[in-house]
């Protein structure tokens, strides 16, 4: 080890002298380091097209691509590899100088340092961006710089539609990677279980593909593990023939919580709209603590609808009470996904963090009473603060649908029942805030998580996409039997722990 540092640096000297005149490094202090020096530099020289320098507009461009504030950092410099090759490149050279580094893609994950890095390379995914359908239709081969919106209105021009995320700004590489919950989960499961085919480059820079047949058990593992096993270089999804919906967001005023609270609950209860596998619904209920106020909110699909300027039964107990907007109508997923374009603002704050619930009237009923006091009084003087807590039903038949195709890391049993995978959203400006909304984040986790356990509804899971820093979310999947068979992939694969140690962010299966 002492020797391999040593080489390195001597390149590093070397090459700081050949390079010092042409490449501007902005920040001086930082420039100090060596084997970050020495790593920019040489995949600057190798690929001047791909390589920015802070200072520079794509550098600056590329680090302003993340959803919540709170995630930006400053890496020492930025690369945006356009192929595979690039990325084996990259990986075999920071591997070579134990350069730390992180992977971009979307940029929403709202946890700090899961998509950036302070002291390292940064990989950014954006010009990954390509599209390709397979002859037949039915398989989308996608780039993992992707945004969902433009997988989605690329797919409609050929009549088709992926089981992906539920937001158009939203990356496609961190939702496919973290399970994926979709609008067409009921009847296909996660978005993950329609993945038949990753192409990803490992630890020592090999180019791999992960299917059914093979590598089958990274196969399993990238469906769940995240950022653990190797950078994702495309996707092959499954696609399914689009067909017109009967979607929209309904929102109620304070004063119509009640009946909101109760369509849900009778909804999940039996022979309810949850039963109806064309159904998806997001259920929310949203606080305003300045303003003192709790109003509701709700995101209604039909897919495949069929009925003529009927509202879907399943969905008729929403649009029964008064609210203060809906625009559900019959329309394509790309028309209703318009609606969503506002989740790519950037200039907010955000933190979410996630628990899960027995999809029961109880379970509303608790969510509804311990949450909303806690925000109204924690969080009174946070500027422009707003609470999300979003009750996204997953149904039996969504984790039998993953089972049936082949299984998944995440492992959910579907004879536990339908769940509630709980997510706490909190948007607000102020940096100074910070402290006092992960306070009430954990206040509030904990207060749901014991009413729950003390009503004997509380579920172990916490999905992945919806977590927050220092959630153990591996160490629930499977019932705590997927971790083990995760780290074993792992060293089979990434014998150095490259994924573990030289990309630290987000959520890690650990040694
Ligand atoms: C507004 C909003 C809506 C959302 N809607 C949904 C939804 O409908 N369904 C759902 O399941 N989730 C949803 N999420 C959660 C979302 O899945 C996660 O935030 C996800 O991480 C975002 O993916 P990204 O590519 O944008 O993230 P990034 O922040 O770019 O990446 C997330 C993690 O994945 C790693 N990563 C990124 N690209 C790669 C790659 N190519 N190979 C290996 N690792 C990689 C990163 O290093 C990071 O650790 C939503 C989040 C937001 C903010
Ligand atoms: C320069 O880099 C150092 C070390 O990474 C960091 O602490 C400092 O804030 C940076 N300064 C600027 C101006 O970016
Ligand atoms: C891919 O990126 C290129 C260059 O940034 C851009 O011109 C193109 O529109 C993008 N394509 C898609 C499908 O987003
Ligand atoms: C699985 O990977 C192998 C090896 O690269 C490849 O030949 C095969 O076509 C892949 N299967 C799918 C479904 O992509
Ligand atoms: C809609 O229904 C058709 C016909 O049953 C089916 O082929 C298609 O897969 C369904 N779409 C989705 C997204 O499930
Ligand atoms: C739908 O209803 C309208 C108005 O009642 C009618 O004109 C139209 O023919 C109906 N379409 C179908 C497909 O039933
Ligand atoms: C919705 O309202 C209609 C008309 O008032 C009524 O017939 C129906 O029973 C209501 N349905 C539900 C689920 O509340
Ligand atoms: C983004 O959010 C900010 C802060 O909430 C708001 O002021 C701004 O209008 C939003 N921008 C867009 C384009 O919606
Ligand atoms: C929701 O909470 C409010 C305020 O605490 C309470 O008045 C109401 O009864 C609760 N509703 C349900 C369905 O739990
Ligand atoms: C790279 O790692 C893979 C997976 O462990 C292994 O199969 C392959 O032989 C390795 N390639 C080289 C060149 O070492």
């Not at 400053?74 to 100088?97: D, G, K, M, Q, W």
């Not at 997923?333 to 790519?344: A, H, V």
Request: negative net charge; aromatic residues 10%.
């Amino acid at each position: 080890m002492a020797n391999y540092v040593l080489t390195t640096f001597c390149v590093c000297l070397h090459l700081s002298f050949v390079l010092s005149a042409i490449v501007p490094v902005s920040n001086s202090s930082a420039s100090l380091d060596p084997v970050l020096s020495e790593s920019c530099q040489i995949l600057g020289q190798r690929f001047p097209n791909q390589l920015h320098w802070p200072g520079t507009e794509q550098y600056t461009n590329e680090n302003s691509l993340y959803w919540s504030k709170t995630t930006l950092v400053t890496p020492y410099c930025i690369f945006t590899p356009e192929n595979a090759n690039h990325v084996s490149a990259a990986v075999i050279e920071l591997h070579r100088t134990q350069t730390q580094f992180a992977v971009r893609s979307g940029g929403h994950m709202p946890v700090k340092g899961a998509a950036g890095t302070n002291q390292g390379v940064l990989i950014a995914m954006t010009r990954m961006n390509s599209t390709a359908l397979s002859t037949d239709g039915g398989i989308a081969s996608i780039g993992p710089g992707l945004r969902w919106g433009d997988v989605y209105n690329w797919l409609s021009t050929e009549d088709r539609v992926v089981v992906g995320g539920r937001y158009a700004p939203v990356g496609v590489s961190g939702v496919l990677l973290g399970g994926g919950m979709s609008h067409f989960s009921a009847t296909h499961g996660w978005a993950a279980n329609n993945v038949v085919n990753f192409e990803l480059v490992l630890a020592n820079g090999t180019i791999a593909s992960a299917n059914a047949t093979a590598n089958s058990d990274l196969f399993w593992a990238l469906k769940g593990s995240s950022s653990n096993h190797g950078i994702v270089v495309r996707f092959d999804l499954r696609t399914y023939p689009a067909s017109p919906m009967y979607a929209g967001t309904i929102s109620y005023e304070e004063s119509q919580v009640q009946q909101f609270l109760h369509a849900f609950q009778n909804w999940l209860s039996p022979g309810g709209g949850i039963r109806d596998e064309a159904t998806a619904i997001v259920p929310a209920l949203f606080i305003y603590p300045e303003e003192r106020s709790v109003q509701a909110n709700i995101v209604v699909l039909q897919n495949n609808y069929t009925l003529n300027q009927t509202v879907p039964k399943s969905l008729q107990g929403f649009v029964n009470i008064s609210s203060a907007s809906n625009t559900a109508h019959v329309r394509t997923y790309p028309d209703f996904l318009t609606e969503t374009t506002q989740y790519g603002n950037r200039s907010n704050r955000n933190t979410f963090y996630a628990t899960s619930l027995l999809a029961t009237a109880d379970a509303v009923r608790l969510i509804n009473e311990t949450i909303p006091p806690i925000a109204l009084s924690m969080l009174e003087g946070v500027q422009n603060s707003f609470v999300g807590l979003s009750m996204q039903p997953v149904t039996k038949s969504h984790l039998q649908a993953a089972r049936d195709a082949g299984g998944d890391a995440l492992d959910l049993d579907p004879n536990d029942g339908d769940f509630i995978a709980f997510n706490l959203v909190v948007e607000y400006t102020n940096e100074q805030d910070d402290a006092t909304v992960i306070s009430f984040n954990t206040a509030a986790l904990q207060a749901l998580d014991t009413a729950s356990k003390a009503a004997n509804i509380y579920y172990p899971f916490q999905f992945l996409n919806d977590a927050g820093a220092g959630e153990q979310v591996f160490s629930l999947y499977g019932k705590g039997k997927s971790l083990e068979r995760m780290k074993s992939i792992r060293r089979a694969y990434d014998p150095d722990g490259v994924f573990q140690d030289l990309m630290p962010g987000g959520f890690k299966i650990g040694v």
